[in-house]
């Protein structure tokens, strides 16, 4: 009954290697997001996706590419991984509803490239 | 570039104590301010939320206090307890976004810990 699950809940990967973290909302949600924590704790926004279209993509190296294949699903697909890309990802979702805006994060995602 | 500026760094308070962390944010349009509370190794929580045009907001023991004119908002943690040693997170959501989902820019965080 988790409201926003992602997996894996831990990557461990060498460099150049490609990855992808999966993660899916229950909440009926509109809006979908990636966050990327780095070691000091700072959030940072990837991309957000409402009714599967992107619509906010940050300045992001275009090795990373989400996919929403539906409203409930948001996965982020990295290519040829760096050392800089360890970080903690999280996945958020949100209602579109003025009367909640409420997002949701995921347990995150703790990405370390060796 | 949009920015939500956040302090202390980190907080120290005795068990019983008031925590106050403070956030400021620049001339942007946002019309949503929360708070995120986040455990080691979990995801940030939503704890506390208020729109621009209330000044104050109370749940329990958090408050929040906004002043729209000085583009600040604070959270007050009444009696802390060990508990609630977490770090803390401000937010706000820009409203260009709004019937697509907001962006939502946090603050730098808050280590806060409640000593008992």
């Known amino acids: 009954d988790t409201a926003v699950s992602q997996t894996p809940k831990y990557l461990v990967t060498q460099m150049g290697n490609d990855k992808s973290i999966k993660c899916e909302q229950n909440l009926g949600h509109d809006t979908m997001y990636w966050y990327k924590q780095d070691s000091k704790k700072f959030l940072k926004i990837m991309f957000s996706y409402n009714n599967k279209e992107l619509i906010i993509n940050e300045t992001v190296p275009n090795r990373f590419s989400p996919k929403s294949p539906d409203k409930a699903h948001l996965n982020l697909h990295i290519n040829s991984l760096e050392l800089g890309d360890s970080a903690v990802y999280f996945c958020a979702s949100s209602s579109d509803r003025r009367s909640n805006y409420g997002y949701t994060f995921g347990s995150g995602t703790r990405l370390t490239v060796v | ?116």
């Open chain 2, 1 to 116: 570039q949009q920015q939500v500026k956040q302090s202390p760094q980190s907080l120290i308070v005795q068990k019983g104590g008031i925590s106050i962390i403070n956030c400021a944010y620049e001339n942007t349009a946002f019309d949503y301010f929360p708070w995120y509370q986040q455990f080691p190794g979990k995801g940030p929580a939503l704890l506390i939320a208020i729109r621009p045009d209330v000044s104050e907001k109370k749940e329990g023991r958090f408050t929040i206090s906004f002043n729209k004119s000085a583009k600040q908002f604070s959270l007050h943690i009444m009696d802390s307890q060990p508990g609630d040693s977490a770090t803390y997170f401000c937010a706000a959501r820009g409203a260009a976004f709004y019937n697509q989902g907001g962006k939502l820019i946090f603050g730098q965080g808050t280590e806060l810990s409640v000593k008992p």
